[in-house]
């Protein structure tokens, strides 16, 4: 049976949950495959911390950076291994909460901390856990556009 | 621009000024993206990028330069088109003729002239009174008034006189020759010269109307006046 996870408004889900059920499509967060409702974004992901699954709120991340084939959700309390990819976050996360710096990085904008403004077109972002990572290049005018500085 | 030192003192000069500028601009920008961090309702869009900055300060100050180099150097070669050749010339006035020369003598004085320093100088029976005057060079006032008196015994018919210019390092600038004619016991002479540079007067009296090659031949008191005119 084929399976999607499925990212839809609290309203809208149990009614296309009964519909893709009709079709014979299951919902399982776990799926490769994502549909979901258009301005509509997910507020928690699930993620793996040793042998156990944990479910993370969305509020709670500092930065999920991509490292060689993991892609690892930091917070505060712990780091997590996470299955879906950056680019499939982007899509995933309220681009007004979150916001791509790199290849390999999105951050949470509500935890940078401060910004170190680079003689090069970098911008290197402090964060609430006192880690620092870099704006490169090519995102650079994104990220100040949107920041709005 | 007068010299290349003044060239590197100004581009190091510019070099200084735009580090600090960037520096400067530096601690406001980061200043306003942290502040633009805190609060996203007071962002203020379009504030130029660090790089952005930096390229458009330098190529400012570039152009600047040029301008200042450029400028500098138009006057420059403007001023030196400008320099006038120096201007080192001597006449004598003959104190004895009724004429207008006459009269023009009479505006300079052997004991006083305004405007002028007075030296004196007695070489055996030859007074030399001059006056070297205190401005500047201009073209309405001679810059040096030289009387030469013979105060020897013997009646004077005959004066020769040679005029010559240096340089302040007494290499050449030019001369007058020898003059001479029918003299009196006192000449007097008047010069110019627009700059810094040596004046030698050779003044010959003589009792007989000598007609020597040699005009220091036979004369009654023959001297030699060196003075420097600024």
Same mark, same amino acid.
Request: net charge negative.
């Given at each position: ?42 507020? %928690? ?43 499939? /976050? ?56 949107? /920041?709005?500085? | ?30 200043? /306003? ?15 130029? @990028? ?25 006057? @420059?070669?403007?001023?030196?088109? #400008? ?25 300079? @004085? ?16 030859? #007074? ?80 007989? %109307? ?14 030699? /006046? ?5």
């Amino acid at each position: 049976m084929l399976k999607v996870k499925l990212v839809a408004s609290k309203e809208k889900y149990e009614e296309i949950e009964k519909e893709l059920k009709a079709l014979g499509i299951d919902i399982d967060d776990d799926s490769e495959f994502t549909l979901s409702e258009d301005n509509t974004f997910i507020d %928690h992901l699930t993620g793996k911390l040793e042998d156990s699954f944990h479910r993370i709120n969305i509020d709670d991340v500092i930065y999920i950076e991509s490292l060689a084939h993991d892609v690892l959700v930091h917070t505060s309390e712990a780091i997590y291994r996470i299955k879906e990819r950056l680019w499939q /976050l982007e899509n995933l996360l309220d681009p007004d909460k979150f916001i791509r710096i790199s290849n390999s990085v999105i951050v949470s904008k509500k935890a940078i901390k401060s910004i170190k403004p680079a003689l090069s077109q970098k911008f290197m972002l402090k964060l609430k856990n006192e880690k620092i990572v870099d704006v490169t290049r090519s995102y650079y005018y994104i990220f100040k556009d949107k /920041l709005g500085i | 621009m007068r010299s290349i030192a003044s060239v590197i003192i100004l581009f190091f000069a510019l070099v200084v000024f735009v580090s600090l500028l960037i520096a400067a601009y530096y601690l406001i920008y980061k200043k /306003l993206i942290n502040k633009g961090l805190n609060d996203p309702n007071n962002t203020k869009k379009n504030i130029p @990028s660090l790089p952005s900055f930096i390229l458009a300060a330098i190529l400012t100050v570039i152009i600047i330069y040029g301008i200042i180099i450029s400028v500098s150097a138009i006057i @420059s070669r403007n001023e030196e088109n #400008r320099v006038e050749p120096p201007i080192c010339s001597y006449t004598e006035i003959d104190l004895d003729k009724e004429d207008n020369e006459k009269k023009y003598s009479e505006i300079y @004085s052997i004991s006083e002239n305004t405007g002028y320093d007075k030296y004196e100088e007695k070489i055996n029976d030859i #007074r030399f009174t001059y006056f070297i005057s205190e401005s500047e060079y201009d073209t309405y006032h001679p810059s040096f008034i030289v009387f030469a008196e013979y105060t020897g015994k013997d009646k004077i018919l005959h004066r020769g006189v040679n005029g010559t210019f240096y340089y302040i390092d007494n290499s050449l600038i030019g001369g007058y020759g020898y003059a001479g004619g029918y003299g009196t016991n006192i000449l007097c002479f008047i010069g110019d010269a627009s700059y810094e540079c040596i004046f030698e007067l050779e003044v010959a009296f003589y009792n007989t %109307h000598t007609k020597s090659e040699d005009f220091t031949e036979g004369a009654a008191a023959v001297e030699t /006046l060196r003075f420097v005119v600024d």
